[in-house]
T-cell receptor
Framework: DGGITQSPKYLFRKEGQNVTLSCEQN?????MYWYRQDPGQGLRLIYYSQIVNDFQKGDIAEGYSVSREKKESFPLTVTSAQKNPTAFYLCASSLRQGVQPQHFGDGTRLSIL | AQKITQTQPGMFVQEKEAVTLDCTYD???????LFWYKQPSSGEMIFLIYQGSYDQQNATEGRYSLNFQKARKSANLVISASQLGDSAMYFC???????????FGAGTRLFVKA
């Protein structure tokens, strides 16, 4: 079955450490997104990518980085510059540009040790 | 700028009854899309229904319908014949021109009682 796979499901980060969240899709979708969800809040856009080797900052990109070397993969790195990284991270995709997120992964919950 | 307001942090409904989840939006884009997503306790987001700003009729998808009142900037979700599996968080969202800056509301948690 087609879908989005996020790993790991739970991730712990030490102070000053960079961590990378994986997002893989086999839907042949062009566009991919990373969202952050905090308790009691909706999703906020971190980064999005319309096509391979291209990505754009969302509303809360500071302290995060991404790459899009393959169509299927859109990993998110939470750097040490992100001072409050504890949150639930969701990866999403859509078939093409200009379409809202259609499929979401199951999420990664990141916590600080 | 775009904004979504969901004023109901939590809602209770009796199984088999209908429930309306409120959503108001604000956008400066002349053309936009409105969406509802369901998030069960497992965490994944499930797309439920879409309404285009120029659509003449309210969108329906099975037991879900969107009560779209453009002049009031309102896009309420109506779930008919509630089921226990409908218990989840529900998010309203708006996407303007370009389709990338989808803004989500804070969500409404729905509890369906047996």
């Amino acid at each position: 079955d087609g879908g989005i796979t996020q790993s790991p499901k739970y991730l712990f980060r030490k102070e000053g450490q960079n961590v990378t969240l994986s997002c893989e899709q086999n839907l042949n979708h062009d566009a991919m997104y990373w969202y952050r969800q905090d308790p009691g809040q909706g999703l906020r856009l971190i980064y999005y990518s319309q096509i391979v080797n291209d990505f754009q900052k969302g509303d809360i990109a500071e302290g995060y980085s991404v790459s899009r070397e393959k169509k299927e993969s859109f990993p998110l790195t939470v750097t040490s510059a992100q001072k409050n990284p504890t949150a639930f991270y969701l990866c999403a995709s859509s078939l093409r540009q200009g379409v809202q997120p259609q499929h979401f992964g199951d999420g990664t919950r990141l916590s600080i040790l | 700028a775009q904004k979504i307001t969901q004023t109901q942090p939590g809602m209770f409904v009796q199984e088999k009854e209908a429930v309306t989840l409120d959503c108001t939006y604000d956008t400066s884009d002349p053309s936009y899309g409105l969406f509802w997503y369901k998030q069960p306790s497992s965490g994944e987001m499930i797309f439920l229904i879409y309404q285009g700003s120029y659509d003449q009729q309210n969108a329906t998808e099975g037991r879900y319908s969107l009560n779209f009142q453009k002049a009031r900037k309102s896009a309420n979700l109506v779930i008919s014949a509630s089921q226990l599996g409908d218990s989840a968080m529900y998010f309203c969202a708006v996407t303007g021109t370009g389709g990338f800056k989808t803004i989500f509301g804070a969500g409404t948690r729905l509890f369906v009682k047996a």
